[in-house]
């Protein structure tokens, strides 16, 4: 991706308000299973339908609770990439930068960003299901075995605590939709890295740049809707293209 990735580090160099829109994608090389990709997708093994509603959930909470404590456990044992790493260097380069992720992993922060705009919430933000009091992470809860794990009772009301992510039919955070759809109006450059761009409304935030005139660049191995709105592609992994983009923008910054 020659003259592409040059044309990316010159858009990215000549950027002072850039916005990184990250996806599933972005922690796919930590290990991450994504949830749309055939080989590794998760929604392969799980049904979105069975596990990622609040009818799921009422339905029955020890499958629902076990499953993301199951991938809790995996984004902790999970280390962030170097595509993660290139994503503190665009912001620790460019301070106005503002990272808008639809992951519920905590690596980006643990990749030395500062904390994203969370558009699906986290795994590691428990709260109750009936009074939305936060719950303490069970941390040194053990792995759920089969799966199944009772989650506990909300410490105020008793009702089960229930995982602190945006469920299909859930409406997102305001506030970080807000501020998502803020950053994306005023960016001169918006980056979107690893998502399938399906998913709606975070996948207007994109759109929202590019009606505005704002350069995107996609980091994906494969075509999406936003092909259409790119003014560069790059196809190939984050953790392989989001270091080399930064070396093409920053060639001066190497090894510092
Ligand atoms: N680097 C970059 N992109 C990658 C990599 C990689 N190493 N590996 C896979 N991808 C791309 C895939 O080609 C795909 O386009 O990442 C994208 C992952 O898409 P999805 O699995 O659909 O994940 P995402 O777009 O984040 O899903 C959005 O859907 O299920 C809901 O709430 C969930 O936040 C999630 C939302």
Redesign the pocket.
Known sequence: TGPELAEAGRLLAAATRPVVFT????S??SGVP????ART?L?QRYD?AEL?TPAAFRADPALVWGWYEGRRHGVRRAEPNA?HRAVAAIQARLPETVVIT???DDLHERGGAAAPVRL?GSLFAPRCAACDHPAPLPDDAPEPPAGRLDPPACARCAAPVRPG??WFGEALPEAALAAAVEAASRCDLLLT???????HP?AEVPLVAARLGAPVVQ????E?PLDAVCAVNLRG???EVLPALVRAAWPADVGR
Do not use: I
Not at 23 to 26: D, L
């Open positions: 996806g599933a994608g972005m796919a090389e994504t949830f749309r990709d997708g929604w979105p990622a595509g639809q992951n519920v699906h992510v945006v890295v690893g998502t399938s761009a399906l998913v975070a980091v994906n191995p494969v999406t992994p984050a953790g």
